[in-house]
């Protein structure tokens, strides 16, 4: 049986930087706080929406403190990946430390590594901390693909809580929750939470959250309630928005919103371009009335 505080809607934070490009604590702080009033389970902390890989060491622990003490009782999984192993290490044993519920890593890159590698390099990091562990499973980005049979690995052992799922192939998010129901799936992409829902997903992370979790928190109830024309009918807003992002750059739109309403957020770390004045003015007309017309 699914522990309940793994299941719902996790924003995937991003990082606010102030002005001499420093994490600004104070509006990360505000950030937690607004997404817990709009009702989200728990948050995805350091991920890749959080820029990790542009990051220091350091600077994953100072958020993962950061969020630590905001959250209150929020459900807290840190992505602590790396391909510098001990650093990933030592990220998931600070985790443990703070008292986060899980740990989280993308599967590593680059170097086109074998199942064998892969396996290894998630068992480890499964060992070192104590927390379970939550396989994220990105092959857009990583590049590292995975079938049913290689999930089950890690699916079948009980150091795993699941899969971060950031994929559109639902037949085998559906075959892996099929034949392990009792571990956690996510959806991880925004514009398909429906999609994921309705093939099993016990919850989802993501990006847009941010800023807009009350409609992904609200598309999930009604589909449990099962109100899907309803639930469409948010999921198609939310893509409304999603579809703008995507013209500007998800990333440094995401923020851009943010500042629009009201947050000190900055914008992305180098090599990320800020976005230019009339995608800003594109986000003022098309995106923030849907926003701050809410109920």
Do not use: W
Request: charged share 25%; aromatic share 12%.
């Amino acid at each position: 049986m699914i522990n309940e505080k793994y299941k719902g809607i996790f924003t995937a934070l991003l990082t606010p930087f102030d002005k001499r490009g420093k994490i600004n604590a104070r509006e990360l702080e505000r950030l937690v706080k607004f997404n817990t009033e709009m009702g989200v389970r728990g948050f995805y902390v350091g991920g890749s929406t959080a820029e990790a890989f542009l990051l220091s060491k350091d600077e994953r622990k100072e958020i993962m403190d950061v969020v630590r003490g905001a959250a209150g009782e929020s459900t807290l999984i840190a992505h602590i990946g790396s391909l510098n192993e001990g650093e990933a290490v030592e990220l998931a044993r600070h985790a443990a430390e703070l008292g986060f519920d899980a740990i989280s890593s993308v599967t590593p890159f680059y170097y086109k590594f074998t199942f064998p590698e892969v396996r290894g390099y998630y068992e480890r990091l499964a060992d070192s901390s104590g927390l379970p562990m939550l396989v994220y499973y990105f092959p857009a980005f990583s590049g590292v693909t995975m079938g049913v049979k290689e999930m089950s690995a890690f699916l079948s052992d009980k150091r795993f809580l699941g899969i971060k799922y950031t994929s559109g192939d639902f037949f085998t998010l559906e075959r892996c929750k099929a034949a392990f129901p009792d571990k956690v799936i996510y959806n991880g992409f925004d514009e398909m939470l429906l999609s994921g829902l309705s093939m099993g997903a016990d919850g989802a992370i993501g990006s847009t959250y941010n800023f807009m979790a009350d409609k992904f928190v609200k598309i999930r109830k009604l589909f449990l309630e099962g109100k899907t024309d309803e639930a469409r009918k948010i999921q198609n807003e939310a893509n409304s928005i999603i579809s703008i992002l995507c013209k500007i750059g998800v990333m440094q739109a995401e923020k851009e919103v943010l500042c629009q309403l009201g947050f000190d957020f900055g914008a992305c770390r180098h090599p990320f371009l800020p976005p230019k004045d009339e995608e800003r003015e594109l986000i003022a007309k098309e995106i923030i009335p849907r926003l701050t017309a809410r109920p």
